[in-house]
């Protein structure tokens, strides 16, 4: 079957731009979660939902970071006014009631650069 | 504040022999850890999951061992396969659900 699909696949913007990340989860996965990963570095949690609400947002680095997910399945990832330092492969991951909500599995993620 | 550490950025291994990566960790209200396994331009793939209430599991070719009292887990593959060589990423939560917190990976080679 699918599996957690993530576009663009590559996002190149300037310093102040806004923009926006999707995930497309497994069908039937009701968690779901957004991770950032720096070069160097394992993916760092940035904010998880349970169906349509964000049951733990505090991995977001800022104000500047939000997501959604209105109907319980897409989620987009929102930064507004980027920075350099925002320069990361953001994953999604989704996972299943039926293993305990205790494996992901992972999308390919989206590679941001910030000019 | 690093909670879940791999002190061995690489590891090169022999085709037929034993690969032994660790993972320590800092947080003892950790109670469930993963392996996940990583190619380049790929996401994480979940590999092998143990729970606080087990020190060995055993999938294949794969096996995890946890040592609660020295707050450390390592994952075994024997024998090693060149299809192997991967960045290996461990992991553990606090609670089901919740976030799981990775280390900084470590990257297998598989020498032929």
């Not at chain 2, 850890?33 to 794969?62: H, M, Q, V």
Request: with cysteine.
């Amino acid at each position: 079957g699918a599996g957690v699909s993530q576009t663009p696949s590559n996002k190149v913007t300037e310093k102040g731009k806004y923009v926006e990340l999707r995930c497309d989860p497994i069908s039937g996965h009701t968690a779901l979660y957004w991770y950032r990963q720096s070069l160097g570095q394992g993916p760092e949690f940035l904010i998880y939902f349970q169906g349509t609400g964000a049951a733990d947002d505090s991995g977001l680095p800022n104000d500047r970071f939000f997501a959604v997910r209105p109907e319980g399945s897409v989620s987009t990832l929102k930064i507004q006014r980027t920075e350099r330092g925002d320069s990361a492969v953001y994953l999604c991951a989704s996972s299943p009631e039926s293993s305990g909500y205790n494996e992901q599995f992972f999308g390919p993620g989206t590679r941001l650069t910030v000019l | 504040d690093q909670q879940v550490k791999q002190n061995s950025p690489s590891l090169s291994v022999q085709e037929g022999r034993i690969s032994i990566l660790n993972c320590d960790y800092t947080n003892s209200m950790f109670d469930y850890f993963l392996w996940y396994k990583k190619y380049p331009a790929e996401g994480p793939t979940f590999l092998i999951s143990i729970s606080s209430i087990k020190d060995k599991n055993e999938d294949g070719r794969f096996t995890v061992f946890l040592n609660k009292s020295a707050k450390h887990l390592s994952l075994h593959i024997v024998p090693s396969q060149p299809g192997d060589s991967a960045v290996y990423f461990c992991a553990a939560s606090p609670n089901t659900g919740n976030q799981f917190y990775f280390g900084t990976g470590t990257s297998l080679t598989v020498i032929p």
